[in-house]
T-cell receptor, first 113, second 116 residues
Framework: SQQGEEDPQALSIQEGENATMNCSYKTSINNLQWYRQNSGRGLVHLIL?????REKHSGRLRVTLDTSKKSSSLLITASRAADTASYFC?????????????FGTGTRLQVTL | DTGVSQDPRHKITKRGQNVTFRCDPISEHNRLYWYRQTLGQGPEFLTY????????KSRLLSDRFSAERPKGSFSTLEIQRTEQGDSAMYLC??????????????FGSGTQLSVL
């Protein structure tokens, strides 16, 4: 089952613009992670934010987490054509033996020149 | 660091046939995960191993599915009597297993299965 849902499902912007994707989830978590997937390929880890953190930055990425609203957002600033991909949030709910990530449905980002 | 390798990249089979996929995790990683992803959806958890022990299986993993990780190194995922509904991308991922939480996963490129 999918834990999270991303919004929007698809996003089309021009190069240089900022892209914002949102993720909502249902249960309490240890952390939330964002992954990127190019078409037909595996997923690549982008950033992890722990449940006691509210904001985190990595290069052109900014992630926020609001545990009271069970939501997160991913901001990509100054987007490039190479950012075109699907972006997934994944929640980590510790089950007692190990972490197990539950992925959302993804946002398809298209960056045009 | 050669990353997570999966073989084959693509598999086309007829309904009712058995298929086996292989995953080679990053060498020092103790945990290995299998996920399944259908078109337009996020990956769904199937099972994971801590070294050679299979510690959790999803309800998605019917009795036609079996996964092994002998010697705690590579892993295989076998699907018996394939059905058209098994068509999906099968993703393998690994992690260090050194922490109980806050681990990121390293994914392979996946095996795309098409059942005709």
């Amino acid at each position: 089952s999918q834990q999270g849902e991303e919004d929007p499902q698809a996003l089309s912007i021009q190069e240089g613009e900022n892209a914002t994707m949102n993720c909502s989830y249902k249960t309490s978590i240890n952390n939330l992670q964002w992954y990127r997937q190019n078409s037909g390929r595996g997923l690549v880890h982008l950033i992890l934010i722990r449940s006691n953190e509210r904001e985190k930055h990595s290069g052109r990425l900014r992630v926020t987490l609001d545990t009271s609203k069970k939501s997160s957002s991913l901001l990509i600033t100054a987007s490039r054509a190479a950012d075109t991909a699907s972006y997934f949030c994944a929640t980590d709910k510790f089950t007692g033996t190990a972490s197990k990530l539950t992925f959302g449905t993804g946002t398809r980002l298209q960056v045009t020149l | 660091d050669t990353g997570v390798s999966q073989d084959p990249r693509h598999k086309i089979t007829k309904r009712g046939q058995n298929v086996t996929f292989r995953c080679d995790p990053i060498s020092e990683h103790n945990r290995l995960y299998w996920y399944r992803q259908t078109l337009g959806q996020g990956p769904e958890f199937l099972t994971y191993f801590q070294n050679e022990a299979q510690l959790e299986k999803s309800r998605l993993l019917s009795d036609r599915f079996s996964a092994e990780r002998p010697k705690g190194s590579f892993s295989t995922l076998e699907i018996q009597r394939t059905e058209q509904g098994d068509s999906a991308m099968y993703l393998c991922a690994s992690s260090t297993g050194q922490g109980a939480t806050n681990e990121k996963l390293f994914f392979g490129s996946g095996t795309q299965l098409s059942v005709l």
